[in-house]
């Protein structure tokens, strides 16, 4: 008895801090990796912002895709599958294909003529 009540009040403290912790990030490097990828209307923000932070920090995140702007669809398709493939990252497919297209949209190589979407704002980048 007093056993399941000790156990019962375990997992409501742990709820509440559950509870408490997870709406509000406040990591200044999840703000700066946030700052740099662009919002559109499709999920490839949020994707890259919960996939890649499971195994890199924000910072490495951030540092990872700001250092490899202006690679191409395929480089960025080889990267995300290889962290599929060799590192384990459980993407689902279709996930990762939002992923590369994102990644290639807003950090890929200036187009000549895309035919939507202009130049949005790119100058996210520092020293
Ligand atoms: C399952 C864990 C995991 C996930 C998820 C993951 N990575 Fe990685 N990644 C690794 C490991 C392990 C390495 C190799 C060690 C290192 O360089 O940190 C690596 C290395 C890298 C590198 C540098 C070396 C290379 O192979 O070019 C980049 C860039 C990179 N990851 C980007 C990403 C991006 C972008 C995402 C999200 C789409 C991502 N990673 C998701 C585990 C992961």
């Known amino acids: ?63 990872n895709i700001a250092g490899r702007k202006g690679s191409n669809k395929g480089t960025w398709g080889d990267l995300v599958n290889r962290m599929v493939t060799v590192r384990k990252a459980p993407i689902p497919r279709e996930d990762i294909k939002v992923i590369v297209d994102y990644l290639a949209k807003h950090f890929g190589p200036p187009l000549p003529s895309s035919g939507e979407a202009g130049p949005e704002d790119s100058q996210t980048e520092g020293p």
Do not use: N, W
């Not at 999840?30 to 932070?53: H, I, W």
């Open 1 to 63: 008895m007093k056993r399941r009540v000790t156990l019962t009040l375990v997992i409501a403290g742990f709820s509440v801090a559950l509870l408490a912790f997870s709406p509000q990030v406040e990591d200044t490097d999840v703000d700066e990796l946030e700052a740099l990828l662009p919002d559109d209307d499709g999920d490839g923000k949020m994707l890259v912002m919960v996939y890649c932070t499971g195994c890199h920090s924000a910072a490495e995140t951030k540092h």
